[in-house]
């Protein structure tokens, strides 16, 4: 099992999401790219959420970051609770850098079977300790 956000957890991340293949994402899923600056009290992780999975560093072609904490991140991946992720962002735990329309497309937004299957594949190699 790989760390969570560690290097070599991206580049199996990478992996598992080229063997995924096409994942069918909605729309607003399959458009949206968000860069995320996680605090994390090693060290500040950069990564970007594009092609409907993380990616290691932030993407030129973000027009939209998030800053939270490792913490929430976790548990953003674990459950994708929307209510979870909508309260964050009311608490003030999740902070918007730039256009918020992204943001907001992720209220109805709906992971496909496919990236559920990603996503479940790449939980059971993670070790989020």
Not at 13 to 27: K, R
Not at 64 to 83: A, G, P, Y
Request: proline share 3%; no cysteine; hydrophobic share 40%.
């Amino acid at each position: 099992m790989l760390d969570f956000l560690s290097d070599p957890w991206f580049e199996q991340v990478e992996q598992l999401g080229q063997e995924a293949g096409e994942l069918n994402l909605p729309p607003a899923l399959a458009d949206m790219v968000i860069n995320l600056k996680v605090a994390d009290s090693d060290q500040d992780i950069e990564a970007n959420f594009a092609n409907g999975y993380l990616h290691r560093g932030l993407n030129d072609k973000a027009t939209t970051t998030l800053l939270l904490d490792r913490e929430l991140l976790q548990s953003i991946i674990t459950d994708f609770d929307m209510n979870e992720i909508m309260g964050a962002f009311m608490g003030g735990k999740i902070r918007v850098e730039g256009d918020m329309s992204q943001l907001m497309a992720l209220q109805t937004a709906r992971p496909s079977t496919e990236q559920k299957e990603l996503f479940k594949r790449i939980r059971s190699e993670t070790n989020m300790g």
